[in-house]
T-cell receptor, first 112, second 116 residues
């Protein structure tokens, strides 16, 4: 059974810092991996999607990498801003992209 | 575009009552999903529909039924609500096939359900 973990569970940083969030999964036979952002009381917003054949994806200040063989992904946030404060979740899928398994999330606070 | 729309946003039920959560998407997506989110448990898949006319159980299907009414709509029904079904419910949809958006999940804003 696929299990997804995220470290750290919570993180507090001053504005302007670069930071890394980690995601680990136990079964490397994944179809793709997604990083999401969730604001309190809201739904999830997809940030980056990495297909199993890719090594990384970039969107603005965000960069996500994928190492299937080691079962790891990282989300790098450059020059963090208070507006980045949210919970970040990763999810992996198999079976042609069905059946996503989510990690518990990392709660990020960026202090002004 | 509205994206994924869920109704209602909030609901309080008494044990044993029934209700249906509605979900609709306007992005012409093939696949639709129902998740529940609980503190300490994360997001767990209840049911999904890979395409119109098909539904499959996820990780926690007991106590729920679903209907894929058409390509746009996917409803979740609680026949006899229990306190253990108190949760936040999210509907999501996804385009399958090839292309840059293939596989990207889009979520609704959620339904906060309390069962007393």
């Amino acid at each position: 059974k696929q299990e997804v973990t995220q470290i750290p569970a919570a993180l507090s940083v001053p504005e302007g810092e670069n930071l890394v969030l980690n995601c680990s999964f136990t079964d490397s036979a994944i179809y793709n991996l997604q990083w999401f952002r969730q604001d309190p009381g809201k739904g999830l917003t997809s940030l980056l999607l990495i297909q199993s054949s890719q090594r990384e994806q970039t969107s603005g200040r965000l960069n996500a990498s994928l190492d299937k063989s080691s079962g790891r992904s990282t989300l790098y946030i450059a020059a963090s801003q208070p507006g980045d404060s949210a919970t970040y979740l990763c999810a992996v899928s198999r079976n042609y992209g069905q059946n996503f398994v989510f990690g518990p999330g990392t709660r990020l606070s960026v202090l002004p | 575009n509205a994206g994924v729309t869920q109704t209602p946003k909030f609901q309080v039920l008494k044990t044993g009552q029934s209700m249906t959560l509605q979900c609709a998407q306007d992005m012409n997506h093939n696949s639709m999903y129902w998740y529940r989110q609980d503190p300490g448990m994360g997001l767990r898949l209840i049911y999904y529909s890979a395409s119109e006319g098909t539904t499959d159980k996820g990780e926690v299907p007991n106590g729920y039924n679903v209907s894929r009414l058409n390509k746009r709509e996917f409803s979740l029904r609680l026949e006899s609500a229990a306190p253990s079904q108190t949760s936040v419910y999210f509907c999501a949809s996804k385009l399958t096939g090839t292309g840059v958006y293939q596989g990207k999940l889009f979520f609704g804003s959620g339904t906060q359900l309390s069962v007393l």
